[in-house]
Nanobody, 120 residues
Framework: QVQLVESGGGLVQAGGSLRLSCAASGRIDSIKTRAWYRQAPGKQHELVADITSGGSTNYADSVKGRFTISRDNAKNTVYLQMNSLEPEDTAVYYC??????????????WGQGTQVTVSS
């Protein structure tokens, strides 16, 4: 049993910043990949950023230079620092993790989602 709990969303003005966090708990052996996705009104689900167990990162073109994904392995937590927010960033953000449990089962888990709203 694994659970991902998200926090940090909210309402900000354009140009502002937010930091999202996602903490994983349960019978976790290792985490291969951590990621953030988002879904905006009228848009399809898209990958925002991800980070591998080796520390390699990847970002969507639309957020490069503004967002930073990071991790705290001791806390099983991944963060998304969002700077210079734009109205186009308004979406529900979901964290995602590819996890091996103690019994060697691998699966993908999702957080509950957190709303980010950027006003102009």
């Amino acid at each position: 049993q694994v659970q991902l709990v998200e926090s940090g969303g909210g309402l900000v003005q354009a140009g502002g910043s937010l930091r999202l966090s996602c903490a994983a708990s349960g019978r976790i052996d290792s985490i291969k990949t951590r990621a953030w996705y988002r879904q905006a009104p009228g848009k399809q689900h898209e990958l925002v950023a991800d980070i591998t167990s080796g520390g390699s990162t990847n970002y969507a073109d639309s957020v490069k230079g503004r967002f930073t994904i990071s991790r705290d392995n001791a806390k099983n937590t991944v963060y998304l620092q969002m700077n210079s927010l734009e109205p186009e960033d308004t979406a529900v953000y979901y964290c995602n993790a590819d996890i091996f449990t103690i019994d060697a089962r691998r699966n993908t888990y999702w957080g509950q989602g957190t709303q980010v709203t950027v006003s102009s």
